[in-house]
């Protein structure tokens, strides 16, 4: 699981605006931000760097799942 919407909506970025720093289909961001397919290390990262946060923040933590 991953928190890419939330931290899209905190800090007011359009998911499509994410996906053309990427390089990426609106589609797939979408599918991220809504936890229907995980990106991979690599996208996490890139994902990670064009918002300005640390990776692990993108991530959830497995104790707020249970």
Same mark, same amino acid.
């Given at each position: 699981? #991953? @928190? +890419?919407? %939330?931290?899209? %909506? *905190?800090?007011? +970025?359009?998911?499509?605006?994410?996906? *053309?720093?990427?390089?990426?289909?609106?589609?797939?961001? #979408?599918?991220?931000? &809504?936890? @229907? @397919? &995980?990106?991979?290390? /690599?996208?996490?990262?890139?994902?990670?760097?064009?918002?300005?946060? %640390?990776?692990? /923040?993108?991530?959830?933590?497995?104790? *707020?799942? &249970?």
């Amino acid at each position: 699981m #991953n @928190r +890419i919407k %939330e931290v899209l %909506e *905190e800090k007011g +970025i359009k998911q499509k605006w994410l996906a *053309e720093k990427m390089g990426k289909s609106y589609n797939m961001v #979408n599918s991220y931000a &809504q936890n @229907r @397919r &995980q990106p991979s290390l /690599e996208d996490l990262y890139k994902i990670a760097k064009i918002l300005n946060v %640390e990776a692990k /923040e993108l991530l959830t933590d497995s104790k *707020e799942l &249970q």
